[in-house]
């Protein structure tokens, strides 16, 4: 792998010379396929593209081969590892073309060209693992429009208030009604299809795992449709959005109503106001551009707002609409026999054209913005501290290679990228490059990130781009602004729970600090309950950005370790259940904190005797399964003890612990209930090296590590360690051998290696050799080398060198765990259901080859 000079090029200008808007976009990274003998992989027709909220893409190719027919692929990716691509051979007959990601990110529609619908989900809760176990049919009507159901949870975000304190004043709760719902009101999943024949089919997944569906007319009069959307209403209902492929021929529009009658899924059609294209009605252009291309409504809760694009062979124009209440006129005669009064006036729903484009080259792709920002018909005229939000931005691909990023509503040009004619090396003579021949490069299917924040491209070579876009759309920002708007989409996936890789695209090392210290600002305002929801959410959001910079690199390890210890105790301490079942006051737990907090005795046998020891009763087997997570516990006390003559070096990982007194105490707490266990079964206790046979490990560690939670405990005011603690602790390494904690691997993405203007070339299917980075050298000194044990960073068990059990990692933080349990007790179970589905930093799992280097 090198850096390339790849072919879209954001310091071009246009091929008439005039110099547009700022850029404000530039290449990430580009990925392409190895050219293999006879096979090759080439771009569909049509070509399908889905972007989700955890930032996986599928995308399809044709897999070409001599002598084989076509076989038709869905390719997954992360977005951190493009090079690690999943394809599925679909086994769908003809070309795919629809891809619909539901609302969590976790299943995949696919819809081809026979009428075949399949449902596709993660195996094993793995990114690189699908089975497509439902799917429906309209057997021989090709699939022109495919979406989920609508499960009634819709969040706006208010732009205007991203400097306010809460929260809630930031993203609030829209009131939306889902598409259909269950018995007492819980949304039922499924899906909407319309075929090109005119037929609507809805899909109805039961909790039984059974499959409902029906298919009826859209109206009587049947017609061919092109060309097709799907929107929904905040009462529930279903809008569907047509048309024959001809601007001459009115864009139609359906109300759909899906209910549940005696088992059987029923399906109402209702016909709305139609429109024709002002492209159309406009003498001066009748005729100019006869085909439709593009029909799309501007979100997929935003039935109100509709996106058109009339072509010919050479240009195209677009057209934005939104659909009114406005007043009838009523005739005098009837005025004065029944006059209107107040709200009493006659209201007819009609199309009204918000704006439209001159002239331009014929577009090849549409992304559309999936950030929900709120907007009014007072937004037309565009504030001037929110114009250039990428959120109220939607995208355009050109045939010349450009790519524009235009206004939602205005179709104003916000950013530009300007395309060479042909890919080049960087290492290639500008001389020798051979004049271009054929249509230029671009996008024939493109994707909008759910912050609007990056892009991507799939163009007619088959190549994946990546493009980020700028939160100032290019024009300059104060650095605050910048960190503002940053801020505000970190805070809203911190609300939502989407991944946050696109963020991270624009975050520059100097910004990590700020943003870290600002977003910690931000949670501490919000209420106690909120706060515990997104404890670890913002743990793992810290730990990614400070990947970013070399300065804050040590502190990555500590955010995981927090996260880990928040783990290990939640776990303990639901184990343990109340003596009496009718016990009025505080859980074992509860109890367990306020005795600890309260008594800041050095002696671990007092605070013990302040507890009732027969509510912390557990069954030996469980204990001995619980032996490799207390000794973690046990180890990594010790190593922050022995640490702490060396506090005044913020590089060494556990830094931020020494400070710490709510991680401090969380400690000092497990200790206790450690130290309860190990009088039921000694052998589930932490096993430590001393010099000497007398000495009580357990004892000596609590007592050093109840000085140190009394110096930052929140109660007092925050004092340095006394000398004689320093020196005790200084002493540690002569009494006890200090092990040596495995740290998180170093994750091998992409994120904390792009550079600004300089994108990298890689291949699918082949990991590269990525230049190194200055924050990437920090964690290195914390990898384990090759050749040498690696363990299971969840369950803390030893896997050898080259393991022989399958394993899985996270695509995020790189933490690597065994697929399959190796121990069955209830506890051990109980621990792995907190990371089944994701890492504890949110991330997804991918399965790793065995041995793995």
């Known amino acids: 792998m090198h850096t390339a000079d790849p072919s879209f090029q954001a310091d071009e200008p246009p091929p008439s010379g005039q110099r547009g808007p700022a850029s404000g976009m530039d290449l990430a990274y580009v990925c392409e396929w190895e050219k293999w003998p006879k096979s090759t992989h080439c771009p569909s027709v049509p070509l399908a593209c889905a972007w989700s909220c955890r930032n996986l893409i599928a995308f399809t190719t044709d897999l070409r081969q001599d002598d084989q027919d076509l076989t038709r692929l869905i390719h997954i990716l992360d977005t951190e590892h493009p090079w690690d691509v999943h394809s599925i051979h679909s086994e769908h007959r003809e070309a795919i073309t629809c891809l619909e990601w539901d609302q969590s990110g976790s299943r995949l529609l696919s819809a081809d060209a026979d009428g075949q619908i399949k449902c596709w989900s993660m195996a094993d809760h793995l990114a690189n693992s ?66 090109v024949s005119g037929l609507v089919t809805v899909s109805l997944l039961k909790p039984s795992g059974q499959v409902l569906t029906s298919t009826e007319s859209l109206c009587r009069l049947r017609g061919r449709v092109a060309l097709a959307d799907i929107a929904f209403t905040g009462g529930g209902n279903i809008v569907v959005a047509t048309a024959d492929g001809s601007s001459a021929s009115p864009v139609q529009f359906y109300k759909v109503c899906v209910s549940v009658v005696s088992e059987k899924c029923r399906i109402d059609t209702e016909i709305l106001p139609s429109l024709f294209m002002r492209c159309t009605t406009d003498p001066n252009r009748r005729g100019r551009c006869p085909a439709i291309t593009h029909l799309n409504f501007l979100a997929r809760d935003m039935s109100e707002q509709v996106l058109l694009c009339a072509s010919s062979q050479t240009h195209s124009l677009v057209e934005c609409w939104s659909l009114r209440k406005e007043g009838l006129p009523v005739n005098n005669i009837f005025q004065q026999i029944s006059p209107v009064v107040g709200d009493k006036q006659p209201m007819i729903l009609k199309w009204r054209i918000l704006s439209a484009t001159n002239d331009l080259d014929r577009v090849s792709a549409v992304a559309l913005p999936k950030l929900p ?53 960087s290492d290639e003579p500008a001389v020798k490059r051979p004049r271009a021949t054929g249509p230029a490069v671009h996008f024939k299917a493109m994707q909008l990130s759910w912050t609007s924040l990056a892009l991507v491209g799939i163009d007619n070579h088959g190549k994946l781009n990546m493009l980020r876009i700028s939160p100032s759309m290019g024009h300059p920002l104060e ?54 929801v997104l404890s670890t959410r913002i743990l793992a959001m810290k730990a990614s950005l400070c990947k970013l910079s070399p300065c804050t690199v040590p502190r990555v390890c500590d955010y995981h370790a927090k996260l880990f210890l928040i783990a290990i105790s939640s776990t303990l301490r639901s184990l343990l259940r109340p003596h009496c079942l009718n016990t009025p006051d505080k859980s074992p737990g509860d109890r367990l904190t306020e005795v600890c907090s ?17 509510e912390f009763v557990l069954d030996m087997s469980t204990l001995q399964a619980l032996q490799q997570l207390l000794q973690w516990v046990g180890d990594f006390v010790l190593y922050l003890l022995a640490s702490l003559p060396n506090q005044g070096s913020p590089l060494r990982p556990g830094h931020s612990f020494l400070r710490d007194g709510t991680s401090l105490g969380i400690l000092r707490e497990l200790m206790v209930v450690i130290r309860i266990w190990g009088l039921l079964k000694p052998s589930c206790l932490p096993v430590y090296t001393a010099t000497s046979d007398t000495q009580d490990s357990m004892s000596l560690l609590f007592r050093l590590l109840t000085k140190l939670w009394i110096c930052c405990r929140d109660e007092g005011p925050t004092s340095e360690p006394d000398e004689a603690l320093v020196d005790e602790c200084c002493l540690l390494p002569s ?11 170093v994750s091998d993405g992409l994120v904390s ?48 060198a080259y393991p022989t059990e399958e394993c899985k990692t996270c695509t995020r933080c790189g933490c690597v765990t065994m697929l399959k349990s190796p121990n069955k007790t209830t506890a051990v179970r109980q621990w792995e259901q907190r990371w089944i589905k994701n890492c504890l930093c949110g991330g997804l799992w991918r399965r790793l080859r065995l041995g793995y280097p």
């Open 130 to 195: 699908w089975e497509s176990p439902v799917g429906s049919l309209v057997e021989g009507d090709p699939i022109v429009a495919l979406s989920w159901l609508h499960n009634g949870v819709k969040l706006a975000l208010h732009v205007e208030k991203s400097g306010a304190s809460s929260f809630g004043e930031k993203f609030s709760r829209v009131k939306f009604s889902p598409s259909l719902t269950l018995f007492g009101g819980k949304p039922m999943e499924g899906w909407i299809a319309v075929t």
């Open 373 to 425: 920002i709120s907007l009014t018909n007072t937004d037309l005229k565009v504030a001037s501290d929110t114009q250039f939000y990428p959120g109220l931005g939607l995208a355009l691909a050109f045939h010349d290679g450009s790519v524009h990023i235009v206004h939602r509503l205005s179709l104003q040009t916000m950013a530009v990228l300007y395309s060479s004619a042909a890919p080049r090396s």
């Open 479 to 532: 650095v605050p602004l910048a960190l503002q708007h940053l801020l505000f989409l970190l805070e809203y996936c911190m609300v939502t729970g989407y991944d946050w890789w696109d963020i991270l695209l624009h975050v520059q090392p100097a910004m990590v600090q700020s943003l870290v210290e600002r977003l910690h600002e931000e949670y501490t305002r919000q209420s106690a309950a909120l706060q515990q």
């Open 598 to 614: 309260k008594i800041a005795d050095v002696d671990i046998d007092k605070v013990m005797i302040n507890l009732k020891t027969e």
């Open 735 to 745: 009494q006890l051998l200090i092990p040596s904690l495995d740290w998180l691997p």
């Open 753 to 800: 290696r792009l550079q600004p203007k300089q994108p990298l070339r890689l291949h699918f299917g082949r990991a590269p050799m990525l230049p190194g980075s200055a924050a990437a050298s920090q964690l290195d000194g914390l990898a384990r080398a090759p050749g040498q044990p690696k363990i299971d960073h969840l369950r803390r068990l030893h896997l050898g």
